[in-house]
């Protein structure tokens, strides 16, 4: 997969860079460039390192999938983030990274259905904690809110062949709700 994303104008205040941002994750490259909304995605800096990257990819033989490729757009998953720098996130002068959003609000839903529940299994709530720590890195002051929750189930303890009925106590309960309620917040 090869990325290129142009930011459009967006403030450079976290991005401290000056005009792109690339890397390789496995076999996906990414590019993301700084540039007037106003100018053509062909122009960015991006766009150049798409083409560079394109051309080496064919000089190695390295197979892709051409229609995985994201080019010249405004919003896009870049190693496992969104990067959304669409017009009604530029009207409010600003360049969003997040958990995609539908990964937060699967979260948030499940999270919410679980907290009503008297009971949860110890590898529901490792998949959801994990879930959770991932969108939370992009806020990192916000994984305070993960104290119970934490403590909850002992990894070691759990065995992947049988998930263990447990009590959800309603420290954890409030913890999830309160992640659940802030999730929109959990971009940087």
């Avoid at 990819?57 to 870049?78: N, Q, T, W």
């Amino acid at each position: 997969e090869i990325y290129t994303l142009s930011l459009h104008d967006a403030l450079p205040i976290l991005f401290r860079g000056k005009k792109v941002a690339s890397g390789l994750v496995i076999d996906d490259f990414y590019t993301v460039s700084v540039q007037n909304v106003k100018d053509s995605h062909v122009s960015s800096a991006s766009h150049a390192q798409f083409l560079t990257a394109t051309q080496a990819y064919a000089d190695h033989e390295i197979l892709g999938s051409k229609e995985k490729d994201v080019i010249g757009s405004d919003k896009a998953k870049v190693t496992g983030a969104e990067l959304d720098t669409s017009a009604a996130v530029r009207e409010l002068n600003m360049a969003t990274l997040a958990s995609p959003t539908t990964k937060r609000l699967a979260l948030a839903y499940v999270s919410l259905e679980l907290a009503k529940l008297r009971w949860t299994t110890d590898q529901l709530h490792l998949c959801l904690v994990g879930g959770w720590v991932h969108s939370l890195l992009f806020r990192r002051p916000m994984m305070s809110i993960l104290d119970s929750s934490f403590e909850f189930v002992s990894n070691d303890e759990v065995r992947g062949d049988g998930p263990k009925l447990i009590s959800l106590t309603r420290a954890v309960a409030q913890e999830l709700v309160l992640l659940a309620v802030l999730c929109p917040f959990m971009a940087t």
